[in-house]
């Protein structure tokens, strides 16, 4: 949604402003209006752009079900501890929406949070280590189990699929072998390892959080579009940002509020949520980012056009390894104790699926960071919701089974939108 830069004409000699570049007729220009909008709207969703609509709109369904089946289920409390939950498994979600943007996919997730959720075990408890220390040993493991992975892939040739199934048995059996004949390791519930999970803001800090955040924000659209402004390209009216910044507000000033009315802000859930914004500023706006998406889309191409296409390969790998080690270390803090299991259940089938119903394509070059947080929220409602209502496990992964199937079909129908539309706007 942008304005084209007005038009301006010479009005003589000397002193007259020089005039502005006359626009091309056959760019979209969008009405710094509620009905502009609306129309832009229309026109991506008609080539196939849903973006994160379907993702919000069963949200929303979800909601009104679970509250309909128990009240519980929007009380504060749930709420809350639902955002601590979907953390460890977000965390891993946002790395493998890296891999899966190059086309590829990561099966051993699970595998090193199981073992970066040892290393740390291991190091805090038996081996007396400062936990800040372990927790940073745990994630140095993790960052160098990717680029294993990501440098046979890459320099190698070997599949992906093929490497990260050898890591997950690989690293599956090393994980048993540091956790011992004991099989559970419990760690201190007042280190700081239990803090990233049993910290919660005061409400004031969190809604110092929410304004920074918007004014944030804010500024910097301003700045972005003040400079594509004076370089006489299109750019966002001021009216239009200040819409953004509100519509942005609605949801971070209601979930503080809620929130607060229990605990505060989950500190693991901030962690969770600026991962992931950071991550989305790196792909949007560096050129990292456009590289990893060029990769994604077509690697042979990408190679021709000067790209290392192999750097950015294990550097995604490797970022995806690290932030499954993360994913690990906030289960250790959130059960006081690594164990056989941890990383070893359905952890990785979940970060996949979250990463696909939160919008991400299987196809490649197509999606975003905040998919991590979308799906992690349908994932985590659903369990929320099930738990609630004391329904067995079966039906939580049957009903995930469908909601994954669900978003794989939209993301093919909305592929076969988008060719329709550039084919018939050739």
Known sequence: MTQQTPVSKASGE?????????????????????????DALRRRLRGGELGPIPVIVGLLLIAVVFQSMNDRFLSPQNLSNLTVQIAAIGLMTTGVIMVLLLGEI???IGSVAGLSAAVLAVLAVKQGFPEWGAIAAAIGVGLLIGLVHGTVFAKLGVPAFVVTLA???????????????DGTINTSPNGAIAMLTQTYFVPFMGWAIAAITVILYTISVFVVERSRRRARLPYKPPSEIVFRAALLSLPILGGVWVLNQYKGVPLAFLIFVGFVVVLDLVLRKTRYGRMVYAVGGNAEAARRAGINVDLIRISVFGIASTLAALGGIMLVSRNFAASVSTGGGAELMMAIAAAVIGGTSLFGGRGNAYSALLGGLVLGAITS???????????????????????????????????SHARGGA
Not at 17 to 33: F, G, I, N
Not at 167 to 181: A, D, I, R, T
Not at 386 to 395: E, G, K, N, R
Not at 401 to 416: E, Q, T
């Open 14 to 38: 000397g002193g007259a402003a020089p005039a502005e570049p006359m626009r091309d007729p056959r760019l979209l220009t969008t009405v710094a209006s509620p009905k502009g909008w609306l």
């Open 167 to 181: 890591g997950l048995l690989g690293w599956q059996g090393v994980h048993l072998y540091l956790m011992g004949s």
């Open 385 to 419: 919701g099930l738990l609630l209502l004391q329904m067995d496990t079966s039906v939580r992964f049957m009903i995930t089974a469908a909601v994954l199937l669900i978003a794989v079909i939209i993301d093919a129908i909305s592929r076969r939108g988008r060719k």
């Open 106 to 108: 990561d099966l051993s």
